[in-house]
């Protein structure tokens, strides 16, 4: 029951040596190693590796990542699971970062940036209390929630909208393209957590934009793909989305010369909301690769055919 990293040397021994603790009895080799195939029972991975063929006992592919959507286009053969990243430490700095996101936001920081650039002191507008703004969150995962009770303690209200119903306490919760009207319409801030998946891409067009109230406000740390981008900008320009928090883009990293690096309505980051290090990712894989020898289910096993 070998474990197969493919990572970059200096983080794969890391993990490897983080796993002879967590994992005492598993076998964990790295590419270096250059392992027997036929040994190799999973690969822990960010992309499919292009000789994925060669393992012809391969039970699980272990993303390294929340987002599965590289897999799935991919030739997976139909006996091997997906198996994506759920790590308290990936939660935990998604929490970090919409919350920092909504609240730059709702306090008008990108105008503050602007004004400094041209030396300018001057309030832009009193923000009203937390409790008369709504934030929502598309996408009600792991981290969406997460977020949503991250959010909570300043007082905003709050609402989510997934593919299936939810019940959530305190969150007011809509569902399918049936509840998207609804769950858009008294927003003050968007914060988008959906995975990348046919019916995802480009969900944030002018047609969903113009659904909001005028001036609401957008942060999209889902997938670059979601967005079009040129809806956004249309968007912006009319006053219909006040400022945009953006970790994602497509593609990335964004061309020199594009828009996004210079438009002081948005505040643009290098996919960083979640930084996935070896640390988060041991104690998770272990109790996975423990879960597997017993015959469970996985923690974050992905529906192929859903998409996520
Ligand atoms: P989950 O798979 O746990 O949750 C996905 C949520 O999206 C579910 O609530 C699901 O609905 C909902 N959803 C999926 N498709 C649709 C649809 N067509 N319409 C409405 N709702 C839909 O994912 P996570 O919360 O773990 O992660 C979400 C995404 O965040 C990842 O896929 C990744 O793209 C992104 N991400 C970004 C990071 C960054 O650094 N910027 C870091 C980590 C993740 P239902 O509950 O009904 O199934
Ligand atoms: C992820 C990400 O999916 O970092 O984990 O985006």
Not at 63 to 84: I, K, M, N, T, Y
Not at 210 to 220: E, I
Not at 272 to 284: F, M, N, R, S
Request: glycine content about 10%.
């Amino acid at each position: 029951m070998t474990l197969l990293i493919n990572m970059d040397e200096a983080r794969g021994a890391h993990l490897r040596k983080l796993l002879a603790d967590l994992a005492p009895g598993q076998k964990v080799v790295l590419q270096s190693d250059d392992p027997d195939p036929a040994q190799v029972r999973h690969i822990l991975t960010w992309l499919v590796p292009e000789d994925l063929n060669r393992y012809p006992n391969l039970a699980t592919v272990f993303s390294v990542g929340a987002g599965v959507e590289q897999f799935l286009g991919a030739e997976l053969p139909d006996g091997v699971g997906l198996v994506r990243l759920i790590s308290p430490g990936l939660t935990a700095m998604m929490q970090e970062y919409v919350t920092m996101a909504v609240l730059a936001l709702h306090r008008h920081l990108p105008a503050y940036i602007d004004q400094r650039a041209h030396q300018v002191w001057k309030m832009v507008a009193i923000p009203p209390p937390a409790g008369y703004r709504r934030v929502g969150v598309m996408g009600l995962g792991e981290l969406g929630r997460a977020v949503l009770e991250a959010l909570r303690p300043f007082g905003f209200q709050l609402s989510g909208w997934a593919r299936s119903p939810h019940a959530i306490d305190g969150v007011e919760t809509f569902h399918g393209p049936q509840g998207l009207d609804g769950f858009l319409a008294d927003l003050d801030f968007l914060v988008v957590l959906l995975p990348l998946t046919p019916e995802t891409t480009g969900i944030l067009n002018a047609d969903l934009f113009a659904r909001l109230p005028k001036g609401a406000h957008l942060v999209q740390v889902g997938r670059g793909r979601q967005l079009v981008q040129d809806d956004l900008l249309a968007a912006l320009d009319s006053g219909q989305v006040a400022a945009a928090v953006l970790d994602v883009t497509d593609p990335e990293p964004l061309p020199q010369g594009h828009p996004f690096w210079t438009d002081p309505r948005i505040i643009l980051t290098p996919h960083i909301a979640c930084i996935t290090q070896v640390e988060a990712l041991a104690g998770p894989l272990a109790e996975n690769l423990r879960r597997f020898d017993r015959g469970e289910a996985m923690s974050g096993a992905v529906k192929r055919t859903r998409g996520y």
